[in-house]
T-cell receptor, first 113, second 114 residues
Framework: EDKVVQSPLSLVVHEGDTVTLNCSYE??????LLWYKQEKKAPTFLFML????IEKKSGRLSSILDKKELFSILNITATQTGDSAVYLC?????????????FGQGTTLQVKP | DGGITQSPKYLFRKEGQNVTLSCEQN?????MYWYRQDPGQGLRLIYY???????QKGDIAEGYSVSREKKESFPLTVTSAQKNPTAFYLC?????????????FGNGTRLTVT
């Protein structure tokens, strides 16, 4: 069965801390892995990772994929209260033109002042 | 501005009634998706459509129906057969078919059935 598992499920830190969120997957015909940030409503896209070992970076956020060990991490350095959100990991998989997206359960991050 | 519009934002219905959630996009995307999100769980795929007049069941399609008569529109009907319909529903789109393309999401519809 195809699945995406995130850990931890929830995390509470203080401003300035660095956090690492984990996402592991088992799918057939892996294509790419995505990270989203969801505050109140629509998830907003953060990163798409298709190649192993290449770090993607955007400000204080960075992410990397390990296709051999089937996982990805999302790092947030110098956390701020505005980073409080649910972080969703998703994997696109499938063959031909039928790419499907499977989401993990999400990690709820709370950053305290 | 291009985007995905879901309406209404909040919806209340009594048990036994069918209800239709609207999703419209002006991004010219081929593929559209419906997800359901429950507290403590990730998004689960209900239905998806790769092209007009075609759609496929996702992982939790029972009790739901969709149509894709126009490229821009992908309405979702929650029928009385859906045993636990109260949830947050998210519509998304991508192009060309989700392969190497991140999904763009609408702002969601929160459905409460009593």
């Amino acid at each position: 069965e195809d699945k995406v598992v995130q850990s931890p499920l929830s995390l509470v830190v203080h401003e300035g801390d660095t956090v690492t969120l984990n996402c592991s997957y088992e799918v057939t015909n892996f294509r790419s892995l995505l990270w989203y940030k969801q505050e109140k409503k629509a998830p907003t896209f953060l990163f798409m990772l298709t190649s192993s070992g290449i770090e993607k970076k955007s400000g204080r956020l960075s992410s990397i994929l390990d296709k051999k060990e089937l996982f990805s991490i999302l790092n947030i350095t110098a956390t701020q209260t505005g980073d409080s959100a649910v972080y969703l990991c998703a994997v696109i998989h499938g063959s031909g033109n039928t790419g499907k997206l499977i989401f993990g359960q999400g990690t709820t991050l709370q950053v305290k002042p | 501005d291009g985007g995905i519009t879901q309406s209404p934002k909040y919806l209340f219905r009594k048990e036994g009634q069918n209800v239709t959630l609207s999703c419209e996009q002006n991004l010219n995307h081929d593929a559209m998706y419906w997800y359901r999100q429950d507290p403590g769980q990730g998004l689960r795929l209900i239905y998806y459509s790769q092209i007009v007049n075609d759609f496929q069941k996702g992982d939790i399609a029972e009790g739901y129906s969709v149509s894709r008569e126009k490229k821009e529109s992908f309405p979702l009907t929650v029928t009385s057969a859906q045993k636990n319909p109260t949830a947050f529903y998210l519509c998304a789109s991508s192009t060309p078919s989700g392969y190497n393309s991140p999904l763009h999401f609408g702002n969601g519809t929160r459905l409460t059935v009593t």
